[in-house]
Each structure stands twice: as structure tokens, then as C-alpha cells.
């Protein structure tokens, strides 16, 4: 009896580390196939492929699941035994591996690269580095990284919190220890002596002091940035803001709260009306997506539960331009603006948040003047600002005047060498002489013709193309990301590139640049309005909205999950909020 | 296109009520079945059976799910249509029935229950008290039930914390509505006037009072207990504890940090050992099983995250007595001291612990004198005290001397009228009086043979028998669940019983008590020790220690959850520990 068990936990244990195996493969094979998919979308949309894609995505592990009990099942006693000696042997050997020393590349000689941050950019950098040619040390204040574009799913728990991150630690372990990772925040960069002050939470050491310093020979800044509140009295203090997966969490809480509160007996229905008086302040695709998520949540669960208060829940979009969403293109802006006022979201177009207290919310508008709403909850989404480590990190290399911290086109920030950033924390500006000739060459390089014949048609496309070259990069994910793999991906080609330089003729110095210009390839954006319908703009100005649309979504976010986990967590929440609906409970 | 998509969606949405509703009816089914499953466990100890429970649990849901796909992809479009038709109309009428305006028990002349906490016996009492004779008002300061005997799990993310949760408010849905739930604390109960006072967390109504009163015609109180620091200086500012959800996801978050400020650079060997250093206080059954958890934890899965720094880590269980588990039976104890020195858990049993800081803690034995030792994180669980709604309330009702809230047999609080308490919070006294013949009956209630002819074996027995009675209630979830179903049981059956009293004669006054009084129906215990290994003592002296036991409570927490909802995600939960062990993220 106790043999059967152990044979049980011996094979499931067994069963695991293949799993982790076959999902290595997978995921390498996947992320091929997924950037023939993403070039693939434009043409195909039909819900039947994207619903295929998830449908396979799931089944494929069930399926592998299933066959291995089953293949148990159908063998007789002895093979058993002998698949339990095999998978036994081999499980002990990988067990063995697993257990090795791990190798630090300290004294060998490397060069050591410091990355600072997690998000995107960070991660993205981490798994495409070489690490055999360099000593790689991560820095962050978070030991995960988190799919940020789901966390407006998370504010309602369409998605739980935990199914979005991957822990660093993971990503070391895959890649055989080769890198160090440290939870600590950096606070300071000395680029004069190549080397950054961090610190942990207090109680770190015996005396409390969590400080310590890291030296660098290549400096990886990718912090990110923080919510921008352009100085607005009482916001931090009163709204929650949509950066990190904690924020999300307390979100989902606060909002249960307020629905809890406005549920007690005694109170007035003006009382009640202010409980449930959401607030978002800004309609950039967070706030509206977290819109969307918050009136779906009412609707779909909430009303059930809440009935004797649905009829006061009011959601309010304030934005200070004409519309929101104005990145995406005018059809869709217009598209969302119809769905809020049909599906009874309060659109505040031209009204500019001026104080927020912990009762009310004081707004301006040219029409009505000043303002003030009481609210149960605000959440401010209005655009990025710079963190403290990067203003004083950029008085430091003389970019004081400078609002966002300047690169050039191979990352490399302006005023300092070997340090380079990426993601939200830094911009990148464009050389400032261009060859015209250059200007004159179409995507693929040619020349477009001879000077004299160019029509004016052709010389719009031209400055068109330099306009999309010049434009600042949308602090999005995808940005971060691929600016992550193009760093890497220099660095592991750095000696090559060092003797084939490979990028355009320097216009300083003699000679060509050693690496290609970052150029960034937009594969398009999702904006979720709820109700299971999701905009979609994408390369080739193809646009829809629609129900299909949001499968769409649900396959290439599922797609663009970090690992096999997280991708089967993912899709598994989904399902669980299709088969019981999202949790409830003020936890 | 879009038809196909809205197709999916309502077949969905249809999938997911008939879910439900099969849910409900397997539920009941279950739970029927469970009461026989635990009578015939003490027979049945095959892991094979446990395990085979365990899959058809599992497999139940999946086999349920893929057959309807399978249906839907077999049937020709007609027939498709015909049942979207079908299911639509089904669910259009289902749906109009949620939406219906619930019925509020408010004015119809129905005596008022007010339950008091939304613990195991409040729930217990909620499941099963008939709301058509009653108006019910529940009020609790959180809105979920928690399935507390998987809190240690939590700890460690074997289990996720919402999935032992469940919202009451889901209750009130299935039960239409047909009570009310107030998220808020009571803090005063007024007997005199059958009025308890409640407040809210600030901000609920405009003046930021949140108070407001309960009238009563009958009181639940069923509030719980606190942990019990024995008024150790520096216990409620230092240490976590394992009471309720949030402890112990503070509990999981504060060890990946202690792993996390001990791979730090700058560190000294002693510093990493202190931050490593896990104490717990207390050798019960919740300290064990969280000292079992987290050694498991480090072993399987933090090992292989942190391989430099798991040389240090140190598991301490403090015990003020001999040994630990001292409820269970000595062979059980013997194999959990014996399998922790074994696995290098640290067991100081006969150290009181006198003081704690931020920095160590101080306790005493008689051999060694003081000592102090530095810690990372600690954990104290031993034991639970009243909490100080409870003190003033015994104040009220002379009670002031017990240590303990005391009723009698049929749960009604000494001292006061309609004031029922149970679970934790209570403890059931005797009636003093007993009729020594009453005393002579076997468990059947045949009187064993004249009084003269008693021999001394039987004469023992017989004394044990009142032993069993008269010894106080273990505070678990057991007994107060089971107190909770007694009781709505009582109330259900009030008009009946006045007429019908079923219970022992009265010994002050005349004719019979109303109802039975409560007994309790001991149906085991369990003490998971790590390493896929559990102990269980059940009924009938069965005792049993090991790798099947393990899968027994595996299927025995499986079939006990709240709802099939929790069931799923715990089961889905273990899956995937088994497949990619426990998340490290300090989230």
C-alpha cells in the first residue's frame, strides 16, 4: 500500500519535471510559431481559428495528462515497475543536475551587466542575454515579473493576481543559475564610478541596514516609471493608481468594500449613491479597458449578489481632451465613446481633475466651471511620469532641462557611456543630421530614384517615413519588450559586430556604427471595451471591433504569456469566471 | 461571424447556469454521500480508493465538460440552433428569475434572527437554518466563509487563499435572497434590550459614521476567538498568526522576503541564518501542520530557487509542554517528534516564551535559563482567548468570573434570554444534576443491568462515559459546524418540539426539555507532517500514519469544501503544485 503511494508520488513527481521539460520545448517552438501568427492576424479573423488556437492551447495539456494516466492504466505490473526504475533513474539524474553548485561568473573574466528593473524591458533583456559571455546581475524591488496587460482583469479578478507573474527566481533557475538576481530597489546611480546604491526593506541585516553597492561594467536602467499625477492636490493620498499588481489588488478590494458599505441599513440613498460612484480619472486604453472590466463586473456578477443596490452604481470617465482613446484611430474612439453612453458609463470629455479629497473629486470645465463630485472609489490613469532615481540620475549626465531621460537610437544614454535605458523610464531621440540619400530609400533600402525625378507624392511618403522614425516611441509593453531583445541581442553579437560592423556610416568619426538602430515594429494594439468586445487596430490600418475581436484577444494574450504557468493559469481563470463567474469576497 | 461569436458566447452562458444547478443537486447528493464515505473510512484504507475519489471528484467536472463539447461538435447546424433556442429560453427564464426583486422577510410578523460571524458555525447554522420561518440577518466583519483547515497551505501557496473562500453573499443568491448580510463589526451586544451594536469601516456614509443598531428575537453569536498571546510582551507587534485568510497570506509573503533580504550581497553568515530562521510558537495541530507546510516548501521547491542560501535555514517549533500534538494519540506524537528531528526540524519542547522584539526571542527552560535567539520570521499559535466583545458581554450576563462564555446543552447562554453562542467563541456546561440510572445506560439507552449486580468494568465504563460528555469541546471547526447545524436544526423544528418536546426531563420544573441536547459526534482528526505524509485518528481507535493518509485527507478536505466551486479550485490548486510547485513571488 505505502509502495503504491510512493509509486504514485514517485511518478507524479517524475511526470513533473518532463512536463517542465516538454513545456521548455513548447515554449521555444511556440514563440516562433507566435510571430508567424502575429504576421498571420491581419488576414485571418475569424473567431472559429482564435477560439481554435485557445481551444488547442488548453486541450494540449489535458490531452497530455490524460494519455499519461491512461498509458499507466493499460500496463501491465511489470512495466510498470520497470517505467518507475527508467523514469526513477532518470528523474534522480535531472535531481542530481538540479542540485549542482550553481556557477556564478565571478573572477572568470566576464564583463558584468547590471540590470535594474523587471518590467518588459528588463525581462525581455534577461531572456534573450547570452549569459556565457556575461556576468549578469539583476536588481529589482519586485521578484516577479507581471504581464501588465492584464491588470485590469485583475482589478475584477477576471484573472487572478498570481497568474500574471513569474517569479525572477524561475527565469534563474531555467537558465541554469547563470545570473544573480537581488530584491532591492536602486536609489542611486554613480555613473562616474560605474556603480549603483541600492537598498532593501529594513531588518535586511543584524544591524538594519539593507544598503549595499553593485559595480558595473554595463548599466541596464529599465525602472519604468510612475503614475504622473501633475502635481494634483490629494491624489496620492486618495486614489489608487494602476501600475502594479498590488494596486490592482487593492482595487478589487476597495471595490467590494464599497459595495459592502453601501449595502448597510441606515444609510441615505444620496449615501449610498456615493459608495458606488466610481471614478476614472483619464481614458487612455487602462482607464477605459479598467471601465469596461468595472461595468462588466456590476453587470455580470454584482447585480446578482448586490441587487438591492445595482440601480445607484455610476461609472465616471473624466478625461481632459476632446475624447479618449486617442491613440487608436477615430473609428474606434468614436466606436467606444457610443458603447459607454448605451451601456450607461458617464463620459466626462474637457474636464480637468483640479483637487481630489477623500470625500469628493473637484473637476474644471470651460462650459461649467468648477465642480465637485462625491465618490466611493478613483482611480488615476492618466500617463507616466518620471521616478526620482531618473531625475537625479539625469542631472547627473546633463540632461537636467530634459523632461524623460534621452538615448540614442542603440540605447545608450546621452552623456555617459556603457550605460543604457530602456522601456518607460527613457526616450529615444533621433540622430540630429540624416543623410538625405538616406531619406530617399524605401524600406527595403533602395534607392527610391534619381533626385531629379522624385514627385512630390513621393517625396510626402519620404517625410512620412522619417515622421514615423522621429515620432517618441507609446510607453507600451510591446515597445519595451522588443527594445529588451534588440539590447540583448547586441550584446551577444558584440565582439562580432565589433570586426563586422553591421550599422549606418558614423556622422562623427569614421567608419560605420557597430550595430543596426533600434527600429521599433508596431504589431498592433487591443483596446477591451467589455461586454466580450474588444477594438483591435493592427498593422495595415486594419481595424474591427467586435465579439471576434475579443477572441482574438483572448488567443494572442494567451499566447504572450511568459511561460506554460502562466499561460494555463491565465486560461484557466478565464474558464472559471465563464463557469461560476468572478469571486466576490472583499479579500 | 460575429453570429458564430454570440452563438459561443450564449452557449456559454447557458453551459455555466445548468453547471450550477447540476452543482446544487451533486452537492446535496454529495454531501449524503460523505457521511457514509467517513463511516466506512475507518474500513477502507486503500490509497487506492482515496485516490480513485479523488479522480472521479476531478474527472466528474472534466468528463462533464468535454462531453458537451463533443455533443455540440457531433450535431448537425439545425439541431445546434434548436438548442441555442432551447438552452436560450431556458436560461432567458432562469435569468428572469435571478433578476426578480428578493423577497425581504421585513414586516411579515416573522421572529428575527441575528447571526453574529460567518465562521464554521455561523455558516453551518446559515446552510441549514429554513428562512421561511425566519427573518435572518447575518452580520460579519468579512464577507466570506473560510475553509480554515487548509490555512496552513495558504501560508505556503500549496493553496491559493480564494480558493478555501466563499462569499456569503453567494449563499444568499442560492438561497434567493432570502436572507440579509451586512458586512460590519459588532462590537456590543445588549441583551436587555435585544439590540447589538455594529460598526462599519470609516467613510461609509457621509458623516464617516458607520455605526448602527440590530434589534433581535433571537441572537446567534458565533464571533470566534482570538489567539491567546498570554500577554507575552511584544507577541501582537512582532509575530503573525494563522487565524484568518489575511494572516496567512502575510504569513506566505513575509517568508519569500526572509529568503529574499538573505540572498542579498553584504550579508554575513549569521545575518543569513537569522533571516532564515522560522519560529513557531506552539506544538498544536496548526503550528505542526505550518512547521510540516513550510519545510516542505523549502525542501521542494525554494531549494532549488535559492540554492546559496539554503544551508541556513532554520525551522523552530517552541513547545511550553512535553511534546506537541498532545490531542492526538501518543503514537502520533511519537511519529511526528521522531519524523521532524529526522527531517532537521528544530523541536524545543518545555521553552516558554517570555518576550519577543523585533530582533529575537527570549524564552525559558528549567535546565538552560533564559535564552535569546535572533529570528526572520515568526509564527504564534498556541491557543486561542476570548475576544473582548465576548468579555463585556459575560459582564452583562454574571459571567464575569469564567474565563469562557458558557451555555448550556442546548446552546442557550447562562444568564440571558434568545441568546444562542457557539463555536469558538462558547463552552457547553453540564447540567450538574444526573440521574444515576441515566448514568447506567449504554449507548442505546438500555439501563445495563441492576444496579446490584455492577461490576467494577462496567462501573469504569460508565464513568467514562461521562468523562466524554462532561470534558470540554475541542475549539475546531468540527464541533462548531456541527453546533451550527444542531441548532438552525432547533429552530426549524421550534413549533413542532413546543408541542412535541423530545429532549430529557427537566430537573427544575416540570415535563420534558424541547430538544435533544447537543451532542457531539467525534469523526476524526488529522495532522499532516509534510512529505506527502498525515496522520489521522479516527473513531474506533484507528490510527494511522503515512503516504495513504495523506490521500485520505486529500479526499476528505476535497469533499468537505463549501461548494463545488472552492472544491474545483482546491483540487485544480494541488494539480497545479504537483505540476509547478509552489509560486514564489513575494506578492
Same mark, same amino acid.
Given at each position: 500500500m505505502e509502495m503504491y503511494s510512493c509509486f504514485s508520488i514517485k511518478l507524479f513527481k517524475a511526470f513533473r519535471k518532463a512536463r517542465r521539460h516538454v513545456a521548455l520545448v513548447r515554449r521555444r517552438v511556440f514563440d516562433r510559431k507566435n510571430l508567424a501568427l502575429l504576421a498571420f492576424l491581419p488576414t485571418t479573423t475569424t473567431t472559429g481559428a482564435a477560439a481554435w488556437i485557445v481551444t488547442m492551447s488548453v486541450s494540449g495539456g489535458l490531452t497530455l495528462a490524460r494519455r499519461a494516466v491512461e498509458a499507466v492504466r493499460r500496463t501491465p505490473r511489470w512495466q510498470k515497475r520497470l517505467l518507475v526504475l527508467t523514469v526513477g533513474a532518470g528523474s534522480l539524474t535531472y535531481a542530481c543536475q538540479d542540485n549542482q553548485v550553481l556557477q556564478i561568473n565571478d573572477g572568470t573574466g566576464k564583463k558584468r551587466v547590471v540590470i535594474v528593473g523587471t518590467g518588459w524591458a528588463g525581462a525581455s533583456f534577461l531572456r534573450n542575454i547570452d549569459t556565457s559571455l556575461y556576468d549578469v546581475h539583476v536588481v529589482s524591488p519586485r521578484n516577479y515579473f507581471t504581464f501588465t496587460p492584464l491588470l485590469p482583469s485583475v482589478t475584477c479578478g477576471t484573472v487572478e493576481a498570481r497568474s500574471i507573474v513569474e517569479p525572477i527566481r524561475n527565469i534563474v533557475r531555467k537558465r541554469g543559475g547563470a545570473f544573480r538576481f537581488w530584491e532591492a530597489e536602486c536609489y542611486k546611480i554613480d555613473p562616474t564610478n560605474k556603480k549603483i546604491h541600492c537598498k532593501s526593506d529594513n531588518g535586511t541585516n543584524i544591524d538594519g541596514n539593507g544598503d549595499f553597492v553593485v559595480d558595473y561594467d554595463y548599466l541596464i536602467v529599465s525602472v519604468g516609471a510612475r503614475p504622473n499625477t501633475? *502635481?494634483?492636490?490629494?491624489v496620492v493620498e486618495n486614489c489608487h493608481f494602476l501600475k502594479e499588481v498590488e494596486d490592482a489588488q487593492k482595487i478589487r478590494k476597495s471595490v467590494m468594500k464599497c459595495f459592502e458599505r453601501a449595502s448597510l441599513p441606515n444609510l441615505t440613498e444620496e449615501e449610498r449613491k456615493k459608495n458606488l460612484h466610481f471614478v476614472i480619472i483619464g481614458g487612455g486604453p487602462t482607464g477605459v479597458e479598467f471601465a469596461a472590466e468595472l461595468h462588466d463586473f456590476v453587470n455580470e456578477d454584482l447585480a446578482k449578489l448586490y441587487p438591492d443596490v445595482k440601480k445607484y452604481v455610476n461609472i465616471s470617465v473624466i478625461e481632459a481632451g476632446d475624447h479618449i482613446l486617442t491613440m487608436f484611430d477615430k473609428r474606434i474612439t468614436q466606436f467606444a465613446e457610443d458603447k459607454f453612453k448605451r451601456t450607461g458609463i458617464d463620459l466626462k470629455t474637457n474636464f480637468k481633475v483640479v483637487k481630489v479629497t477623500d470625500k469628493a473629486i473637484t473637476m474644471t470645465n470651460s462650459a461649467t466651471g468648477e465642480i465637485a463630485v462625491p465618490y466611493g472609489m478613483a482611480v488615476w490613469s492618466t500617463g507616466i511620469g518620471t521616478r526620482p532615481i531618473i531625475m537625479d540620475f539625469m542631472k547627473q549626465v546633463g540632461q537636467? *532641462?530634459?523632461r524623460v531621460l534621452a538615448t540614442d537610437e542603440w540605447l545608450r544614454v546621452h552623456g555617459c557611456d556603457d550605460v543604457y535605458a530602456l522601456g518607460d523610464c527613457a526616450t529615444i531621440t533621433q540622430r540630429k543630421v540624416m543623410g538625405f540619400h538616406d531619406l530617399l530609400k524605401d524600406s527595403e533600402g533602395n534607392a527610391i530614384k534619381e533626385l531629379k525625378e522624385l514627385d512630390i507624392e513621393e517625396f510626402k511618403k519620404a517625410l512620412a517615413r522619417v515622421d514615423s522614425q522621429v515620432k517618441m516611441l507609446p510607453a507600451t509593453a510591446q515597445v519595451a519588450s522588443q527594445e529588451g531583445a534588440y539590447l540583448a541581442n547586441c550584446f551577444n553579437r558584440m565582439k562580432y559586430c565589433e570586426e563586422n560592423p553591421e550599422g549606418p556610416l558614423r556622422i562623427r568619426g569614421t567608419g560605420r556604427h557597430r550595430f543596426k538602430p533600434f527600429r521599433y515594429r508596431h504589431l498592433g494594439q487591443f483596446a477591451p471595451l467589455g461586454g466580450e468586445q474588444t477594438a483591435a487596430q493592427l498593422p495595415g490600418d486594419w481595424i474591427h471591433v467586435g465579439h471576434s475581436t475579443q477572441w482574438l484577444w483572448y488567443s494572442v494574450y494567451a499566447s504572450k504569456q511568459f511561460s506554460w504557468r502562466t499561460r494555463m493559469l491565465v486560461v484557466s481563470d478565464w474558464g472559471r469566471r465563464f463557469i461560476y463567474g468572478r469571486d466576490s469576497s472583499s479579500l
Open positions: 501633475f *502635481n494634483t492636490p490629494g537636467a *532641462n530634459r
